[in-house]
Every structure is written in structure tokens, then in C-alpha cells.
């Protein structure tokens, strides 16, 4: 603000110095202009005397020289006159032409141009006042509301205002604001329901846990010594494994829920601006790694689901492709079928066992060709997770040593 400040002096500064100028200026062109008409009718009466003689000077049409006096050795007053004179010397002989200047009719034009001036100075600064009450005031009031949210300041004031510019920017600011607020309620209600159940589940585990620990020493002083009583203690020990393994299978379970998020917008959209983007992303960098990247012809047609989250699919798909292949083409080929559309990406060597196709979906699975290769095992459960949730399908095939994953879109 305070630069602009400065700008808005100088704007002013430079206004106040035209102002100047433009006056100056006009005035001196009109005596300039008045200079030059005397001296018209001087030269004129000049020329008059030089061809026909002093006597033959004629006045008649003279608005500025008013007389013509002729030098002589007794016209001692021929220099000493008040009013203003021109001398000029015809043939030997000094005459003096007496003038006067022409009235400078200046006012209307210099009213009219500082008129226009001032019209213009006050257009200017009438923008600049607008600027900044309008633009820049809003922007400053919120320059520090960024820094507070980042801080986690969720409580900063945000004054609403029906500013054409910002009044919808405050709006979403606001917003913002308010849904990372209930974000941030909702993770703390979340940390706290997880913090419960893993103390309830660790409070379980200690039962059965016990049990077991009391069953070993049991068994390793020698307490029990019927065969039949060992058995029966053992059963029981595997019952209380079997119940430790429910509760753990519980917290996985709890964890696997909280951690992923799967929150679709379905809208509509053209399957060309889809693949369009997976072509833009991909071509360049699969052409740097030496990888045959290619999209079959395909008919357009409209989609019904989250482009966002179609984008993201493909891209799990093709980086698996890119992780596991052996390098040489990924191809993308698309078909239409009643209702649907089929985006299959197929890659060039596969090493994945038949056996374990069914289960690359599985969260968390790794197959036997993942070793040395870094991953979570969770891009093709988030794949399937989405694409359920569009209403679509995912599958997969192996034929010739390639793998092909299947996407089924449905169409709008």
C-alpha cells in the first residue's frame, strides 16, 4: 500500500507539472503568433516606400503600425518616443514604424485546454482512488489471512463485502476457512475414536494374553501331567491366539478404513479431454525413457464421472505398467460397448503369476515380481475403490506374456 502511495504522488506530481507546461506553452505560441502580425504590416509599409516614396504611404487596412515617422538631423525626438517602434533603413534613409501589439485573446483557448485537463486529471485520479479502495484495500485486509490459516489460525476475521472484484474471492476464502475447520474437527474426532479403539483393542488383547503367558509357564514347570490336560491347555492357548489375531485383524481393518479417502464428483465429460491428458503427461516422459507409448484411434463420446479421478486411475494403471514391463511399449486401445466404455492399457512383459491376477486388486498385495521394486500395494485397490464408486468396473488379463488392465467407464 505504501508503494502504491508513492505512485499515487507522483501521478499527481506529474498532473500538477502538465498543468504547468500546457499553460506556458499556449501563452507563448500567442505571442509568438501577435509578434508575427505587426511585423507583416511592417514589412508591407516597407515595401511601399522603397518602390513609390515616403509620401505614397497609405495606413488604410493597418490595425497595428499606427504611424511612419521619417529621420532628419532636427527631429531630435526621432528615438525618444514611449510607444513601441520598429527602425528600418530604406535606401540610405532611417524610418520609424510606431506599433502597437495586437490585444492576446488568450482565455477561451487556455480555459478550454485547462478544461480538458482537468476533466482528464480527475479521471485519473478518480481511477486510482477506485483501485484502491475498490482492489487493493480488500487485498491488504486479507494478505495476512493466508499466514494465519497456515499457522492454523482458523479463527481469523473474514469481513464480507460486496466487492464485484473480491467479494466472491472473500466468499471462498471463507469458505476455505470454514471447511478446513471442519476438516480439522473431523480429524481430531477421528484421533481421538482411533486413540479409544486401540486402547479398548489393546485392553482386550491383554486378556487372552495373559492367558497364554500364565498357560507357558504353566507348561514349562511341568503342572500338567496328563497327556489329555497338555492337550486341552494347548487348544487353549491356540483359542487365545485365535482371539489376539481377530483383534489385530481389527485395527488393520480400522486403519486401512481411516487411511484412504474415496470421494468422487460425478459430472460429464468428453473421453478426449480424458485421454488427452493422460497423452499430455505421458508422451514426453515415456519418449525420455526409451518407452513405446501409443493411443489407438477411438470414437469420442461423452463420460459420467470425475474426470479428476478418471486421470488418476489411468495414471495407477500406467505406472504400474512402467514399474513392472519389461520397458519396450505400453498401448492404450479403447472400445465402445452398450452404455459403456472400455479403456484397456496393455504392457509388454509381464511377470506376474496367473495365479495371483486375481488378487492385484487385494489392498496392500504385492505379487511375487514386486521384489527390489519399491510400491504399497495400494495402487490398484484405490483404482478398483474409485471405479466402483463412478459405477464402472476394473479387470484384468494376461495374454502373450502381457498384461492387460481394463477400465470400464460408463457413458452419459
Known amino acids: 500500500m505504501k508503494s502504491y502511495n508513492k505512485i499515487f504522488a507522483f501521478v499527481i506530481a506529474v498532473i500538477a507539472v502538465l498543468f504547468v507546461a500546457s499553460n506556458v506553452l499556449i501563452i507563448n505560441s500567442q505571442q509568438t503568433e501577435s509578434d508575427r502580425e505587426y511585423r507583416v504590416e511592417v514589412n508591407r509599409l516597407a515595401l511601399q516606400i522603397n518602390d513609390n516614396g515616403y509620401n505614397s504611404l497609405d495606413f488604410s487596412g493597418n490595425e497595428y503600425v499606427t504611424n511612419v515617422e521619417k529621420y532628419s538631423n532636427d527631429n531630435s525626438g526621432f528615438y525618444d518616443v514611449s510607444n513601441e ?156 491366539a485365535d482371539e489376539i489375531e481377530g483383534y489385530i485383524s481389527q485395527i488393520i481393518t480400522a486403519s486401512k478404513d481411516d487411511f484412504l479417502s474415496f470421494d468422487v464428483n460425478i459430472s460429464e465429460f468428453y473421453l478426449s479431454e480424458l485421454i488427452g491428458r493422460i497423452n499430455e503427461y505421458y508422451s514426453e516422459k515415456l519418449s525420455l525413457a526409451k518407452i513405446n507409448f501409443s493411443v489407438e484411434q477411438y470414437n469420442d463420446c461423452m463420460l459420467k464421472g470425475d474426470i479428476d479421478r478418471c486421470v488418476e486411475i489411468l495414471q495407477n494403471i500406467i505406472e504400474n505398467a512402467i514399474k513392472y514391463g519389461n520397458g519396450q511399449y505400453i498401448n492404450i486401445k479403447i472400445t465402445n460397448e452398450d452404455g459403456c466404455c472400455v479403456v484397456s492399457i496393455e504392457n509388454s512383459g509381464c511377470t506376474l503369476a496367473d495365479d495371483e491376477l486375481t488378487h492385484i486388486f487385494d489392498s496392500f498385495h504385492r505379487g511375487t515380481n514386486s521384489k527390489n521394486i519399491k510400491g504399497s500395494g495400494l495402487g490398484l485397490y484405490i483404482c478398483r475403490q474409485l471405479i466402483t464408486k463412478m459405477g464402472g468396473e476394473i479387470f484384468a488379463e494376461i495374454k502373450h506374456s502381457n498384461i492387460i488392465v481394463s477400465t470400464v467407464f460408463l457413458k452419459a
Open 85 to 240: 517602434y520598429v527602425i528600418r533603413e530604406i535606401d540610405g534613409q532611417l524610418y520609424r514604424f510606431d506599433y502597437v501589439r495586437a490585444k492576446e485573446n488568450i482565455t477561451p483557448f487556455l480555459v478550454i485546454s485547462n478544461l480538458v485537463l482537468a476533466i482528464i486529471s480527475l479521471m485519473v485520479i478518480a481511477i486510482l482512488i477506485y483501485i484502491k479502495l475498490k482492489i487493493l484495500k480488500p487485498f491488504d485486509r486479507l494478505k495476512e489471512v493466508p499466514f494465519e490459516l497456515s499457522k492454523g489460525n482458523l479463527t481469523v476475521p473474514i469481513k464480507e463485502v460486496k466487492n464485484r472484484f473480491f467479494g466472491k474471492f472473500i466468499w471462498g476464502v471463507d469458505l476455505l476457512r470454514d471447511n478446513i475447520e471442519s476438516q480439522k474437527q473431523r480429524e481430531l474426532d477421528l484421533q481421538k475414536d482411533k486413540r479409544m479403539l486401540l486402547l479398548s483393542l489393546s485392553h482386550d488383547i491383554k486378556t487372552p494374553l495373559s492367558a497364554i503367558k500364565l498357560y507357558s509357564k504353566a507348561l514349562s514347570r511341568g503342572l500338567y501331567k496328563s497327556h489329555e490336560k497338555q492337550l486341552e491347555i494347548a487348544e487353549n492357548i491356540n483359542a487365545k
